[in-house]
């Protein structure tokens, strides 16, 4: 069985910076394409950000130049670091791959001042 455990969100002030972090159990992340979702309050989940299996990646024009996404395989671990954050990144970020797993619990992030 599948399991994605997502951990870094928090409260941070516009202009900061927070770095998510995806780990799997039961699925390699480096035979997959894998992304990072985001579902705003009262929106629908968007991809924000993917890094297929060769590693190459892929942002939503939201995010372009501010987030990286990186993979680490030796730790199987996904990341999105997250710079100059602004009010409209806020919402619940998770990740998952092609073809999708269940989905893991996710983490908040809220940019507030």
């Known amino acids: 069985q599948v399991q994605l455990v997502e951990s870094g969100g928090g409260l941070v002030q516009p202009g900061g910076s927070l770095r998510l972090s995806c780990a799997a159990a039961?699925?390699?992340?480096?035979?997959?394409?894998t992304a990072w979702y985001r579902q705003a309050p009262g929106k629908q989940r968007e991809l924000v950000a993917g890094?297929?299996?060769?590693?190459?990646?892929h942002y939503t024009d939201s995010v372009k130049g501010r987030f990286t996404i990186s993979r680490d395989n030796a730790k199987n671990t996904v990341y999105l670091q997250m710079n100059s954050l602004k009010p409209e990144d806020t919402g619940v970020y998770s990740c998952?791959?092609?073809?999708?797993?269940?989905w893991g619990q996710g983490t908040r992030v809220t940019v507030s001042s």
């Open positions: 998952n791959t092609n073809p999708a797993t269940t």
């Open positions: 039961g699925r390699i992340f480096s035979s997959y394409f």
């Open positions: 890094i297929t299996s060769a590693g190459y990646t």
